[in-house]
Structure formats: C-alpha cells, structure tokens
C-alpha cells in the first residue's frame, strides 16, 4: 500500500509543478488517439491519451469495436455448437478457450471424460499457450523497436501449430473439444513429432533470451516500467502472467485443478518480484519453457483407453449452473453457464482474461511518457478478441 | 581528367557532374535497398525477400517505384500545403548537397573545398529543416511528436558527430576531404607506412562515436523514435503517399549511403586502397569503387544494427548523447592533440 501511496502523492506533486509552470508558459494539452487503427494494439483497441508534452496525464481504454456478442450468441446455439464462437476468443491459443466451457458443461452433465482424454485435453491446453506466448515473446521486442525477433517467433511457433492442425484438423480454430472427450484420438506418430517440436520451442526461448531479455537496450527500456504493485493488480482482477510478474504466487492450473491433469506432473509457478514490464516477459518466458516440460512429461504417460465417455447423441444439459475456470495463456477465463435443461445454454457469462487486464490501463498510464504507453501495452499482453468477445 | 573537363564548356561540366551526382546519389541508394533492406535482413530473419520481380528479385525496386509513381499525392486538409509538399525535398537537397565535397578519386571530384567536411556537417543539418516542416504542416499528431523528436535527436547527434570528426582534422591538418584521403594514403602509424594510415586504426574512438551518432542522424534503430512504427506509425512521415513518400524513402537510404561514404573517406582511407600510388590516374575509374565498396561494408553495419536492437527511449538517447558520446569525443580531441604535439 505503501508503495501506491507514494506513488500517488508524487505523481499530484508532479502534476502541481506541472501546472505552475503551464500558467507561466501556457502549453496546451493535447489529446492523442492511439487506435483504435493503430499498429501497437493490434487489433481495435482505442487508448485516449491526454498528453502534456510526451508525458500522459490521463488515459482511457476504450473497448468493444470488436464486440461480436458471442454470450448472446451461445444461447441460441447447442452445446457442442458453442466450442466454434468460443474458439474465437483467443485466437492464438483456441483451444485453451474450449476447454473451461466444456468443463462447465460436464460438471452440469455429471460426466467425466476418459483419462485418455483428460491427458490429451492438457497436453493440446499447453500447446495452445506455447502458440499464444511465443507470439508474445517476438511481439515484446516489436513492441520496443526490434523487428527480428518476431520472425523468429513465427517460424517456430510453427513447429506447435502443425502439431495441434495434425491432432485436430485445424491449426487456428481446432473444434476439437466435445463434452465427455474429444473428437478424434491422436494419430499414428504424433507423440515423437511433438517432443521434436518442444526441443525447438526450447532452443527458440535460449535464442530470445538472447536477442531479447539479455538486451542493454531492451532492459532499459522495460525494467521499472509500469510497476503494478500486488494489491493493485489484485484489485483490478489481473490474472495470470500478469499477477504473477507482482510476485503473487498463483495459477488456477496448480491451485484449483478440476478436470485436467497438471497435478500429475511435476512443474514449477514462476513468480517474479518486481512487477515491471520485464518482469512479465521474464515470467512469461518461463512459463513456455515450463509448459515444455509440462507437455514432455505428459506425453510419456498418455493412459490408454477410451478417447470418448458414454454420453447421449443428443445432449441435453441439466437444469443447473456451474462456473469452471482454467489457467488460460491470457490469465484466469472462465465460464458460468446457466441451464434449464434445454439443447442450449440458458446464459453463458464469459469472464475473459484481457478484459480485466487492461482495466489497469487507467491507473498503470499516468504519468509514463507515449514511448513507455507501447512497452506497458505489449507487457500486458491482451488479444483484443479476449477483451470484446 | 582535368585537362578534358576543362576543355568542355561549363554547361557540358555542369550535366556531367549533375549526372554523376543523381547516378552516386540513386544507384547507391538503390543498391542499399536491395541489397541490405530485402536481402540481407531476409535472410537474418529466416525468409527470402522478394524473389519474383525480376530475376533473384533484384527488380523489385523498380516495381515498388512503379507503385509508389502512381498513388494518389494525398495532401490532408488541414495540412499547410506549401510546407507540406515541400518538406520530402528539402530533406533530400541535405543528401546532394552532402555529396558535393565527397571526392572519388584523385582528380574525380565534385568541388575540392578547403572546408569540405565543415561544409559536409553543415548542410547535413539542413535536413532537419526538411523533417521539422513535414512534422508540423502534415497536421496530425504522430507527425507533430515525430517531428520535434526527429528535431531534438539531430541535433543533439550532431555534436558528437562534428566532434568525432575533429579527431580526424587534427591528425590529417585539413578540413578538405580530398587531403583527408592523401594524408591517410600517404602517412604512417609511427612510422610504419606499408598500409598508410587509415584513421581507423588511430581514431578508433572517433570512428565509434562517428558510427553511433551516424546511426543517430539517420533514425535508425536503435534511435528511430522520430519514426517508431510501432507507436507513431511513422512518425513525420505518416501522411505522405505516392510520390513524396517515395522521395523520403530514397532520402533515408541515400542520406545512408552518402553518410557511409564521408565516414569511410574519413576513416577508411575514401577511395584510396594500399599498394599503389595515389596519384595513379587509375583511381579516377576504381576510385569510386573501391569507394561504393567501402560504403556497402559500412551500411552493412548501420543495417544490421538496425534490425537486431530495440530502440532507445527518447530521454535515454539523449542521455547516451550528452553524457557519453560528448566527454567521450573531447577526450578523444585531447589525446589527439596532444599525440599531435608530442609525436
């Protein structure tokens, strides 16, 4: 509270210099759009910025031009159907998305997938966040003005989307998830595919540690930039990478597991102390090598047995409600879902990781200057389909 | 080479040398382009770069021109149009204007001034008149916060950049460029003359400081805040289209190439290369390049610097310039002076 507190006071002592001398000289202020067609938010994410010079006085996220109603949209729809809108979530880990909504429907439905299809649920869940973060670690350097790592990043994440597009069928969008199991077993060879794939994914996090986080100039510029101090972050409802970067030491995957299979195997929760911009790269770093880990170990105990539970052709869901979140590659999503017992969901309620995460906007822009709005940005790391949904 | 050019008459010398201005100022820069912007960084980020247009790519230039020829010339409303249109070629009259005192050879020159790198520094500023004028009359706000950073970053580069330099003129006794290259032809480092003395090897200091702030006057990264893509789209340049886009576009890369050229004639020896005879009336056919060849290893570098950091903050910039280049360049002035002395 301490460290708020001062921070507070010195940003209203600075704001009173600030005026002072705006009398004397007369400056105006200036209002910056950034977005919401801006190449920094890559998507449609519009941030108001009242500028005094380069410096921000205040900003305001403006959220939902990508809006697509899909809580609406799930309603009209059944249950297997909802796993094609919500693939669009985070479109670059899809099939994490599925997963927390088909765990609802089970629970509602008192079913529980075959531990074949439990291990391969968690595997295909950490592919997708391995798909999701490299993007992030070569975006964070694009973010700060290198260009090179982005490539490297798109060229390796490659290796994990064949992987996932040979499993399901799709590389983005994978469908793959039904209620009580899932679509398809694995095909014939996959297993040693995909620990080829993890070594690569290995030797990609050694090469942006390199280019990247061992950087003088990457350092600078993201070390002590936008300190979200725990309690903050808490209260704002940051999840994920993000809260963990503030040294809370927290992840749903090992804290409350329900329905998928990392308590199994051994890993680690990384945390960092410091809360700045590089300390959510350097967890998010991590947390891909550890995913690796994850997925090797999985892979060498993959249970035989069936892929699929018994579960009616036609599902019906119980009247009941159940909310069922997961360690998502964005942060905590979960699903609260409502039935009356219907083909379709009475209500679905999406509680999506990036929403909240870029609600600290407000508070984490204040006083940081335009080149520091891009760095905080791409630290926070949303997708902009996560915000709107 | 003398003797003929004063026999032409003075419209004659004057296409000719307006000639081999535009060929120094347009085949560098397009040389620079295919060679380092499409291939070069292809290739350190794993892709191949244009490979359709012309055989390996290597027309890819002249498509991109093409395309940019036949854009719509977009003024915005708001914008002041007379400063507006005129900006892109203020920027590029700094580039001739630079290239004027480089010398190719020993009797291949443009004008041999005794001022010449005073001059060269001179109106290497001017461009910053150039990058000010777009910045404001564009009326948008990436342009207006491009431009005063561009503004602020050139000039606090040209120091270090002008002090470097004088590690040089002090060694070689001459601001003239073409005397720069004879005093390296002809020296030697304390006495052992086999190679000259190309100031690298002595003015090691100055040749980093000259690189860096070389870097600097050109906004690459790791000092592209005027124009970081990634935060003020780009920057002073965000509302050009078509044609006046594509005189920025040539200005960066031949400011590169020209920049390339005055730091090698200062420090690699210009057109010069060891073992012959500097006044050998060979050098006016290779001098000019082993000049070009010179300028692509150097562009080699600012280019590969380019797409491998991330690029400084605006205050850190200035920081590295003010407190680290600068007493770093008037150390280097001291001990070169008094080398200059004691030697």
Same mark, same amino acid.
């Given at each position: 509270?301490?460290v708020?507190?001062?921070?507070?006071?010195s940003?209203?002592?600075?704001?009173?210099?600030?005026?002072?001398?705006?009398l004397?000289?007369?400056?105006?202020?200036?209002?910056?759009?950034?977005?919401?067609q801006?190449?920094?938010t890559?998507?449609?994410?519009?941030?108001?910025?009242?500028l005094?010079g380069?410096?921000?006085?205040?900003?305001?996220? =403006?959220?939902?031009?990508?809006?697509?109603?899909?809580? %609406?949209?799930?309603?009209?729809?059944?249950?297997?159907?909802?796993?094609? $809108?919500?693939?669009?979530?985070?479109?670059?880990?899809?099939?994490?998305?599925?997963?927390?909504?088909? #765990?609802?429907a089970?629970?509602?439905?008192?079913?529980e997938?075959?531990?074949?299809?439990?291990?391969?649920?968690?595997?295909?869940?950490?592919?997708?966040?391995?798909?999701?973060?490299?993007?992030?670690?070569?975006?964070?350097a694009?973010?700060?003005?290198?260009?090179?790592? =982005?490539?490297?990043?798109?060229?390796?994440?490659?290796h994990?989307?064949?992987q996932?597009?040979?499993?399901t069928?799709?590389?983005f969008?994978?469908?793959?998830?039904?209620?009580?199991?899932?679509?398809?077993?694995?095909?014939?060879g996959?297993?040693?595919?995909?620990?080829?794939?993890?070594? %690569?994914?290995r030797?990609?996090?050694?090469?942006?540690?390199?280019?990247?986080?061992?950087?003088?100039?990457?350092?600078?510029r993201?070390?002590?930039?936008?300190?979200?101090?725990p309690?903050v972050?808490?209260?704002?409802?940051?999840?994920?990478?993000?809260?963990?970067a503030?040294?809370?030491?927290w992840?749903?995957r090992?804290?409350?597991?329900?329905?998928?299979?990392?308590?199994q195997?051994d890993?680690k929760?990384?945390?960092?102390?410091?809360?700045?911009?590089?300390?959510?790269?350097?967890?998010?770093?991590?947390e891909?090598?550890?995913?690796?880990?994850?997925?090797?170990?999985?892979?060498?105990?993959?249970?035989?047995?069936?892929?699929?539970a018994? =579960?009616?052709v036609?599902?019906?869901?119980p009247?009941?409600?159940?909310?069922?979140?997961?360690e998502?590659?964005?942060?905590?999503m979960?699903?609260?879902?409502?039935?009356?017992?219907?083909?379709?969901?009475?209500?679905v309620k999406?509680?999506?990781?990036s929403?909240?995460?870029?609600?600290?906007?407000?508070?984490?822009?204040?006083?940081v200057?335009?080149?520091?709005?891009?760095?905080?940005?791409?630290?926070?790391?949303?997708?902009l389909?996560?915000?709107d949904? | 080479?003398?003797g003929?050019?004063?026999? #032409?008459?003075?419209?004659?010398?004057?296409?000719?040398?307006?000639?081999?201005?535009?060929?120094?100022?347009? $085949?560098?820069a397009?040389?620079?382009?295919?060679?380092?912007?499409? %291939?070069?960084?292809?290739?350190?980020?794993?892709? #191949?770069?244009?490979?359709?247009a012309?055989?390996?790519?290597?027309?890819?230039?002249?498509?991109?021109?093409g395309?940019?020829?036949?854009?719509?010339?977009?003024?915005?409303?708001?914008?002041?149009?007379?400063?507006?249109?005129?900006?892109?070629?203020?920027v590029?009259?700094?580039?001739?204007?630079?290239?004027?005192v480089?010398?190719?050879?020993?009797?291949?020159?443009?004008?041999?001034?005794?001022l010449g790198?005073?001059?060269?520094?001179?109106?290497?500023?001017?461009?910053?008149?150039?990058?000010l004028?777009?910045?404001?009359?564009?009326?948008?706000?990436?342009?207006?916060?491009?431009?005063?950073?561009?503004?602020?970053?050139l000039?606090?580069?040209?120091?270090?950049?002008?002090?470097?330099?004088?590690?040089?003129?002090?060694?070689?006794?001459?601001?003239n460029?073409?005397?720069i290259?004879?005093?390296?032809?002809?020296?030697?480092?304390?006495?052992?003359?086999?190679?000259?003395?190309?100031?690298?090897?002595?003015q090691?200091a100055?040749?980093i400081?000259?690189?860096?702030a070389?870097?600097?006057?050109?906004?690459?990264?790791?000092?592209?805040?005027?124009?970081?893509?990634?935060?003020?789209?780009?920057?002073?340049?965000?509302e050009?289209?078509?044609?006046?886009?594509?005189?920025?576009?040539?200005?960066?890369?031949?400011?590169?190439?020209?920049?390339?050229?005055?730091?090698?004639?200062?420090?690699?020896?210009?057109?010069?290369?060891?073992?012959?005879?500097p006044?050998?009336?060979?050098?006016?056919?290779?001098?000019?390049l082993?000049?070009?060849?010179?300028?692509?290893?150097?562009?080699?570098?600012?280019?590969w610097?380019?797409?491998?950091?991330?690029?400084?903050?605006e205050?850190?910039?200035?920081?590295?310039?003010? %407190?680290?280049?600068?007493p770093?360049? $008037?150390?280097?002035?001291?001990?070169t002076?008094? $080398?200059?002395?004691?030697?």
């Amino acid at each position: 509270m301490t460290v708020t507190e001062r921070q507070q006071l010195s940003y209203i002592a600075a704001q009173a210099a600030d005026a002072r001398v705006n009398l004397e000289i007369e400056t105006e202020g200036m209002t910056l759009n950034i977005g919401p067609q801006h190449p920094a938010t890559h998507g449609t994410l519009r941030i108001v910025a009242k500028l005094d010079g380069e410096q921000v006085v205040a900003a305001e996220p =403006v959220m939902g031009y990508m809006h697509r109603g899909y809580e %609406k949209l799930a309603e009209v729809r059944t249950y297997p159907q909802v796993t094609t $809108l919500i693939n669009r979530i985070d479109w670059l880990g899809s099939f994490a998305n599925e997963v927390p909504f088909i #765990l609802a429907a089970e629970r509602l439905m008192e079913v529980e997938a075959p531990p074949r299809a439990q291990w391969i649920r968690t595997i295909l869940f950490e592919l997708s966040r391995i798909a999701n973060i490299t993007l992030f670690l070569g975006d964070m350097a694009v973010q700060v003005g290198a260009i090179t790592p =982005v490539f490297f990043a798109f060229r390796d994440r490659e290796h994990v989307l064949n992987q996932i597009e040979a499993a399901t069928g799709g590389r983005f969008h994978p469908n793959f998830d039904r209620i009580g199991g899932l679509k398809d077993d694995l095909p014939a060879g996959w297993v040693a595919e995909t620990r080829q794939a993890m070594r %690569k994914i290995r030797r990609f996090c050694d090469e942006i540690e390199e280019l990247v986080e061992g950087n003088e100039i990457f350092q600078a510029r993201t070390r002590g930039i936008g300190v979200i101090p725990p309690d903050v972050g808490l209260s704002y409802g940051l999840t994920g990478a993000n809260i963990r970067a503030s040294g809370v030491d927290w992840d749903v995957r090992r804290d409350s597991p329900c329905g998928l299979v990392h308590d199994q195997v051994d890993w680690k929760v990384w945390t960092h102390p410091d809360g700045d911009s590089f300390a959510r790269f350097w967890v998010r770093m991590q947390e891909t090598r550890e995913a690796t880990k994850i997925v090797d170990q999985l892979l060498d105990g993959i249970p035989s047995g069936p892929i699929m539970a018994k =579960v009616p052709v036609i599902i019906k869901v119980p009247a009941g409600e159940a909310y069922v979140e997961t360690e998502n590659p964005l942060g905590v999503m979960g699903y609260y879902v409502v039935s009356k017992g219907d083909l379709n969901p009475f209500r679905v309620k999406i509680r999506s990781a990036s929403f909240s995460n870029v609600s600290i906007t407000p508070w984490l822009l204040k006083g940081v200057y335009v080149p520091d709005i891009i760095t905080i940005l791409g630290s926070l790391y949303f997708i902009l389909g996560d915000i709107d949904r | 080479m003398i003797g003929v050019l004063s026999e #032409l008459s003075y419209w004659q010398v004057t296409s000719i040398r307006v000639g081999a201005g535009l060929v120094a100022v347009l $085949l560098v820069a397009g040389t620079l382009v295919y060679a380092h912007l499409f %291939k070069m960084v292809s290739f350190m980020q794993s892709r #191949l770069g244009p490979m359709e247009a012309g055989p390996y790519g290597s027309l890819q230039l002249m498509a991109e021109i093409g395309k940019f020829l036949q854009k719509e010339d977009i003024v915005p409303r708001r914008a002041d149009r007379f400063v507006f249109k005129a900006a892109p070629f203020v920027v590029l009259t700094s580039t001739f204007l630079l290239l004027v005192v480089l010398p190719g050879g020993p009797d291949a020159w443009f004008i041999s001034n005794d001022l010449g790198i005073y001059l060269a520094m001179a109106v290497s500023s001017v461009s910053v008149i150039g990058i000010l004028m777009a910045g404001w009359g564009s009326a948008s706000k990436y342009s207006l916060l491009g431009g005063l950073r561009a503004t602020g970053q050139l000039i606090a580069y040209e120091l270090p950049l002008l002090l470097a330099v004088v590690g040089v003129v002090i060694q070689a006794e001459t601001m003239n460029l073409q005397e720069i290259v004879l005093a390296q032809a002809n020296g030697e480092i304390f006495g052992w003359g086999a190679i000259g003395n190309p100031f690298i090897i002595t003015q090691f200091a100055g040749f980093i400081i000259f690189m860096i702030a070389m870097q600097a006057e050109l906004t690459q990264t790791p000092f592209d805040m005027p124009v970081a893509e990634s935060e003020l789209v780009t920057g002073y340049m965000t509302e050009y289209s078509g044609l006046r886009f594509l005189l920025f576009f040539i200005g960066e890369f031949a400011t590169a190439g020209v920049f390339s050229a005055i730091a090698a004639v200062l420090f690699l020896g210009g057109w010069y290369v060891p073992g012959l005879d500097p006044a050998d009336n060979l050098f006016n056919v290779i001098g000019p390049l082993v000049l070009f060849g010179k300028v692509v290893v150097l562009t080699f570098l600012v280019f590969w610097v380019r797409f491998t950091f991330p690029r400084f903050r605006e205050d850190q910039l200035q920081r590295l310039a003010w %407190k680290f280049l600068v007493p770093l360049a $008037l150390a280097n002035i001291v001990v070169t002076g008094v $080398l200059k002395v004691v030697v």
